[in-house]
């Protein structure tokens, strides 16, 4: 009896299988492949990408009186963006490279010899 159930089963079904039409699926538009590398993406020639701008920092080291033998420097936006942290230069003006959006920095100047106070200050850009 089960046998004779599924074999109508499966009559009915070959029976109403798909009828063949005439008309084609629509194709498929092309799509335009975007490529990654830089070389395959045209730039204009006057197309500028600076994120960072080169200020000028002018800091008399003489007037702050540290007695160490090495003098350093640490220039930071705030606790967790610090653009520069190390010896100070020879030079009284040097330059540093500042983000864009930045107009405002800080900084800390100390030395190697315990008994020096550490200098704080704020630069305006």
Do not use: R, W
Request: net charge negative.
């Amino acid at each position: 009896m089960k046998n004779l159930a599924s074999s109508i089963l499966c009559l009915m079904l070959i029976a109403c299988g798909g009828g063949a039409s005439n008309e084609q699926p629509p194709a498929p538009t092309p799509v335009s492949l975007q490529s990654n590398k830089l070389s395959d993406n045209a730039v204009d020639e006057n197309a500028n990408f600076t994120q960072f701008k080169q200020h000028q920092v002018e800091i008399d080291l003489q007037t702050l009186a540290l007695n160490g033998n090495n003098i350093y420097i640490k220039v930071y936006v705030d606790a967790e963006q610090t653009l520069y942290l190390g010896k100070v230069p020879e030079k009284q003006i040097f330059s540093i490279h500042v983000p864009n959006n930045v107009k405002t920095i800080k900084y800390d100047i100390f030395s190697d010899f315990s008994d020096d106070e550490q200098v704080t200050g704020e630069i305006s850009l």
